[in-house]
């Protein structure tokens, strides 16, 4: 079946600092992938997404771009701020045919220290 | 658009209670999802739906939860008797292509 693993949290870093989440997957097909962040208390919002290998989502300075070829999603910013604590949460979805389920990391947590 | 919309926000009941969590769509989308998260399990699907009909539920725990969709803008989701173990953050999402979008969650409490 398909999986998602992240790296584990937490992850603190200072302001300004690079940050990077790894995310690799398993997948039977061609999946969509996402980043997902959900800050203190709220639900989850979708960060961005990449629908095809090679595809480069971005958003708000957070970069993650789609390898096949290593089954990679992996999160970045060069320059974190306070702002950016919160839960991140690295999912694929299975895509037409299969009803677009999601199938999610267990999430890292990032804290951002002034 | 409003987004996905979910009631109540926040509850807190007793165990053996009736407990009742609604979900509005986004308007268009025809898939709605509601998906359970816990500390524990991190976020687990319970059962979606496609043009209001169920097709996947065999993420509901156990037959203590059930849930409708009678039209395109409206689902529940209904567990009786409420257990404390089933206190957790439920969010229902929606989607009409790959992104699914969720709302803001409903936080169960059972004491």
């Known amino acids: 079946g398909n999986s998602v693993t992240q790296m584990e949290g937490p992850v603190t870093l200072s302001e300004e600092a690079f940050l990077t989440i790894n995310c690799t997957y398993t997948?039977?097909?061609?999946?969509?992938l996402f980043w997902y962040v959900q800050y203190p208390g709220e639900g989850l919002q979708l960060l961005l997404k990449?629908?095809?290998?090679?595809d480069k989502g971005s958003n708000k300075g957070f970069e993650a771009t789609y390898r096949k070829e290593t089954t990679s999603f992996h999160l970045e910013k060069g320059s974190v701020q306070v702002s950016d604590s919160a839960v991140y949460f690295c999912?694929?979805?299975?895509?037409?045919?299969?009803?677009?389920?999601?199938?999610f990391g267990k999430g890292t947590l990032l804290t951002v220290n002034p | 658009d409003a987004g996905v919309i979910q009631s109540p926000r926040h509850e807190v009941t007793e165990m053996g209670q009736e407990v009742t969590l609604r979900c509005k769509p986004i308007?268009?989308?025809?898939?709605l999802f509601w998906y359970r998260q816990t500390m524990m399990r991190g976020l687990e699907l319970l059962i979606y739906f496609n043009n209001n009909v169920p097709i996947d539920d065999s993420g509901m725990p156990e037959d203590r939860f059930s849930a409708k969709m009678p039209n395109a803008s409206f689902s529940t989701l209904k567990i009786q008797p409420s257990e404390p173990r089933d206190s957790a953050v439920y969010f229902c999402a929606s989607s009409s292509d790959t992104t699914i979008y969720f709302g803001e969650g409903s936080w169960l409490t059972v004491v």
């Open positions: 990449a629908t095809k290998a090679d």
């Open positions: 997948a039977t097909g061609y999946p969509s």
């Open positions: 999912a694929l979805s299975e895509g037409p045919g299969s009803n677009y389920k999601l199938t």
């Open positions: 308007s268009g989308h025809d898939y």
